[in-house]
């Protein structure tokens, strides 16, 4: 029998179509002292731990860092490092953790809405059309008639 119950609630004000409030998120504006972007000790460690800092360090999440998210990777990569030499599951349970709250994989930064953040972010920027020299030259050549 249709017609029953309470009517759908209308598709734009429904909880789940709601925008998320990203304000929380802006690039962090402070000085950052930039020894906390370098790993210490850097010959210490091993390749693969090296290259696990700078792939971190140079990620799009970097941007939003603080000083105490750069301490945090420093101490990831004490943690990596860890991992390496002894294969500990504890450990990579530890590190794992540390990665998720950074955003290391697509489930983490759609728990903490890192996209949606970039889509604001394109939003407020006004990109100029590329221009391509090739064309320009290619119009400037067929007006020289």
């Given at each position: 029998?249709a017609?029953?119950?309470r009517?759908p609630?209308?598709?734009?004000?429904?909880?789940?179509?709601n925008?998320?409030?990203t304000?929380h998120?802006?690039?962090y504006?402070?000085?950052?002292d930039?020894?906390?972007?370098?790993?210490?000790?850097?010959?210490?460690?091993s390749?693969?731990?090296?290259?696990?800092?700078?792939v971190?360090?140079?990620?799009?999440?970097?941007a939003?860092?603080?000083?105490t998210?750069?301490?945090?990777?420093?101490?990831?990569?004490r943690?990596?490092?860890?991992?390496?030499?002894?294969?500990?599951?504890?450990?990579?349970?530890?590190?794992?953790?540390?990665e998720?709250?950074?955003?290391?994989?697509?489930?983490?930064?759609?728990?903490?809405?890192?996209?949606?953040l970039?889509?604001?972010?394109?939003?407020?920027?006004?990109e100029?059309?590329?221009t391509?020299?090739?064309d320009?030259?290619?119009?400037?050549e067929?007006?020289?008639?």
């Open positions: 029998m017609g029953r119950g009517l609630k209308d598709p734009e004000t429904r909880v789940r179509r925008e998320v409030d304000s998120l802006e690039e504006a402070g000085p950052i930039r020894r906390l972007t370098k790993l210490p000790n850097r010959s210490s460690f390749s693969e731990t090296q290259l696990y800092f700078d971190w360090a140079d990620s799009e999440q970097a939003w860092f603080m000083p998210d750069w301490l945090t990777l420093r101490r990831m990569a943690l990596h490092e860890k991992f390496i030499d002894t294969g500990s599951h504890f450990v990579a349970a530890e590190l794992r953790q540390c998720s709250l950074l955003g290391a994989t697509i489930g983490d930064r759609m728990r903490l809405k890192v996209a949606a970039k889509d604001k972010q394109k939003k407020d920027k006004e100029a059309p590329p391509i020299e090739a320009l030259q290619l119009y400037a067929l007006n020289d008639d």
